[in-house]
Nanobody, 115 residues
């Protein structure tokens, strides 16, 4: 299984970024869940957003600003991030949770929100 994130970078507060996660070796539509986690400096990795079979959930801190989506034909996951804040600065990881077995994470893409 290989998950490759892209789309991170430096953005000013209030700006937007779209992250992508391309998967190989596993099919998103057959997974129990797919999503994004993030880890800020000095903090533990935590949930940003998840897609389950029929539900989507978000961390309270990103609700209304971030939108998770996927393209099953491309086996690609996205995270649209709007109204970015300095506290969104972190390394963002794509995660796939299979129906059986351990979850998989990508290598991460760094997002820095700063003026």
């Amino acid at each position: 299984v290989r998950l490759v994130e892209s789309g991170g970078g430096l953005v000013q507060p209030g700006g937007s970024l779209r992250l992508s996660c391309a998967a190989s070796g596993i099919t998103f539509r057959n997974a129990y869940a797919v999503g994004w986690d993030r880890q800020a400096p000095g903090e533990q990795r935590g949930l940003v957003a998840r897609i389950y079979s029929d539900t989507t959930n978000y961390a309270d801190s990103v609700k209304g600003r971030f939108t998770i989506s996927r393209d099953n034909t491309k086996n690609t996951l996205y995270l649209q991030m709007n109204s970015l804040k300095p506290e969104d600065t972190a390394v963002y990881y794509c995660i796939v949770v299979p129906t059986y077995g351990n979850p998989y994470w990508g290598q991460g893409t760094r997002v820095t929100v700063s003026s």
